[in-house]
């Protein structure tokens, strides 16, 4: 065990040095550990403050990122809808195109028709008289006499 020999110390020399051991911790707590605990709590009160902040700006985010998702997924329905639109829309033009074609090839048809039974009238009528020339003037030779 640890033996404290008073007898070669000064009388007295011991509570002037806890006396100074005290006044030392007086000071040092006024000096430093006090403005320590300070900035200490200052630091906490700060992180708490920013960890609110955080929570808020989570929050915020996630808001938005839920307004943001609506409004993709509002986009994606209207999109859909409007090229529902324009495709019948552009059916119906397709289906007017075609009629239209279709008509006016039948139109041209028709027409084509009508010329070719014009022309086939006239090639009949002229074939007509040459086959009639023709026949008389066969007739002719066969009877050597004009008919």
């Known amino acids: 065990m640890l033996e404290i020999d008073f007898s070669l110390w000064p009388p ?18 006024i000096i430093l550990y006090r403005p320590v605990r300070k900035i200490l709590g200052k630091r906490k009160d700060e992180m708490d403050s920013f960890q609110e902040m955080i929570g808020d700006f ?6 938005y990122v839920k307004e943001l998702e609506g409004s993709r997924i509002e986009a994606r329905n209207s999109g859909s809808k409007e ?3 324009l495709k019948d829309q552009g059916l119906e033009e397709e289906k007017d195109i075609v ?14 028709r009508e010329e070719i ?3 086939l009238a006239d090639v009949r009528q002229s074939l ?7 026949s008389q003037e066969l007739a002719e030779k066969m009877l050597g006499r004009s008919i």
Request: without cysteine; charged residues 25%.
């Open 99 to 112: 009629q239209e074609a279709s008509s006016s090839s039948e139109e041209k048809i028709g027409k084509a």
């Open 12 to 29: 007295g020399t011991l509570w002037i040095q806890i006396a100074n051991f005290l006044f030392l911790l007086f000071i040092l707590n």
């Open 58 to 63: 989570q929050d915020k985010s996630n808001r």
């Open 128 to 134: 007509q008289t040459e086959v009639e020339g023709f």
């Open 83 to 85: 090229k529902e639109v």
């Open 117 to 119: 039974q014009e022309r």
